[in-house]
C-alpha cells in the first residue's frame, strides 16, 4: 500500500488477515468443523470462535485499554469503559462459509466515543482488502473508492439480506423487497452485509437496505461508504442506524430515493414500551445505545405495524443513541 496509514489502522488491517488465514485453512477441510447454532438458521462455528480470538488477541496486544463489542463474545474482553471500541465481526456470512459459498468477510471498526474512525473489511477468499480512516478515503487494496454515479433508481443495482432469525418481520420485508425490486434495475443478495456495504462504496451496487442487522455487521462498512462520498442511514435518513437494526445505504442520489422508499417501513416502537431503553444520557451515550438495541431487538416482532404506511401515522418514539455534544450526523 502506497498511503501512510493510521496505526491503528494497521493493527486492524493485522488483526483482519489473521483471522482470514484461519477461515481460509479451514475453508479446506469444512466437513470437520463442529457448527453450533444461536437461533435458527443462526449458525457459529468454531471458526468464527477462533478467528475472533486471533482479532481479539492483536487488538488488546497494541491497545490493551480499549473496549471490545464482538458478535461472539459480547464485551466480555478488554477495558468497559474506554472511549475507544473495536467493533468486530470475526466471519460475517457464516452460513455462506458453512456451504462453501465464497462470500464472507472478517470486518472491524473502531469507534471512538461512538463514531467510527477506523474500518477494515477483508475478504479472505479473494484478498481483497477494503480499509478507511476517517477524512482520509475509503480504498480497496491500492485503489481509491468512489460511490457510483448513477443519478436514476430506475437504472440502479439494489443490495439487499433477506431476513431470517426468529422474530423478523418477513411479511414488512416481502413488502419493502416488492416495492423496491419495481423501481431498480435489480436486486442482489449475496449474503455478508459487511462486503455488501463495502459493494456500495466500491460503485458495484448503486444502493443498499437490510433490516435486522447488528452494530458489528455495518460498523466497518458505513465508514468505508462515507469515505467513498456515499451516505448511510435508518430508513427515515437518519444517522442513527448502528443500534436501530435497520440500514439503507447509496450513493448520494439514489440513497435519497431509496430513504422516500422505504420510510413507511421503518420500525417504531410504541412509546410505553420504549421509554426505558430510550432514556440514554450523554455520559454514556454507548452503553445506552447497545441496551437500547438489545431491548428494540427484543421487542422486534410485536412492533411492526400491520400496515406499513400506519408507520408514518402513529405516535411512537423511536429507540435510539442520544448523540453526545460532538456527535454529529455523518
Not at 500500500?1 to 477441510?29: E, F, V
Not at 435510539?320 to 460532538?326: G, N, Y
Request: glycine residues 8%.
Amino acid at each position: 500500500m502506497s498511503q501512510a496509514l493510521h496505526p491503528m489502522l494497521n493493527t486492524a488491517i493485522k488483526a483482519a488477515r489473521a483471522a482470514g488465514s484461519i477461515i481460509n485453512r479451514a475453508a479446506l477441510d469444512l466437513e470437520v468443523l463442529k457448527i453450533g447454532t444461536k437461533g435458527p438458521n443462526d449458525y457459529v462455528s468454531e471458526v468464527d470462535r477462533a478467528a475472533e480470538a486471533a482479532i481479539i488477541e492483536i487488538l488488546l496486544e497494541a491497545y490493551p485499554g480499549h473496549a471490545i463489542l464482538a458478535e461472539e463474545s459480547g464485551r466480555e474482553h478488554g477495558a468497559k469503559h474506554s472511549e475507544y471500541t473495536w467493533i468486530i465481526d470475526p466471519l460475517d456470512g457464516t452460513t455462506n462459509f458453512l456451504h462453501g459459498f465464497p462470500v464472507y468477510a472478517v470486518s472491524i471498526g473502531l469507534a471512538f466515543r461512538g463514531k467510527v474512525e477506523q474500518a477494515v473489511v477483508y475478504d479472505p477468499t479473494r484478498n481483497d482488502l477494503f480499509f478507511a480512516s476517517k477524512g482520509r478515503g475509503a480504498f480497496l487494496n491500492d485503489r481509491r473508492l468512489r460511490v457510483s454515479k448513477r443519478t436514476r433508481i430506475t437504472d440502479a443495482l439494489i443490495g439487499t439480506g433477506f431476513p431470517f432469525r426468529k422474530g423478523d418481520n418477513f411479511k414488512r420485508y416481502v413488502k419493502m423487497f416488492e416495492e423496491v425490486m419495481q423501481h431498480c434495475a435489480g436486486l442482489r443478495r449475496p449474503g455478508a452485509a459487511a462486503l455488501d456495504l463495502c459493494y456500495v462504496a466500491a460503485g458495484y451496487y448503486d444502493g443498499f437496505f437490510e433490516t435486522g442487522l447488528n452494530p458489528w455487521d455495518v460498523a466497518a462498512g458505513s465508514l468505508i461508504i462515507t469515505e467513498a462520498g456515499g451516505l448511510i442511514g435508518n430508513f427515515t435518513g437518519e444517522a442513527d442506524y448502528l443500534y436501530q437494526r435497520e440500514v439503507v445505504a447509496g450513493n448520494p442520489k439514489v440513497y435519497g430515493q431509496l430513504v422516500q422508499i422505504l420510510t413507511p417501513y421503518t420500525r417504531v416502537i410504541e412509546a410505553p414500551h420504549a421509554a426505558p431503553a430510550a432514556a440514554a444520557t450523554a455520559d454514556a451515550p454507548e452503553a445506552d445505545a447497545t441496551q437500547a438495541f438489545v431491548a428494540a431487538a427484543a421487542m422486534d416482532a410485536q412492533a411492526e405495524p400491520a400496515d406499513p404506511a400506519a408507520a408514518t401515522r402513529k405516535a411512537a418514539v423511536r429507540i435510539r443513541k442520544t448523540p453526545a455534544a460532538d456527535d454529529a450526523p455523518l
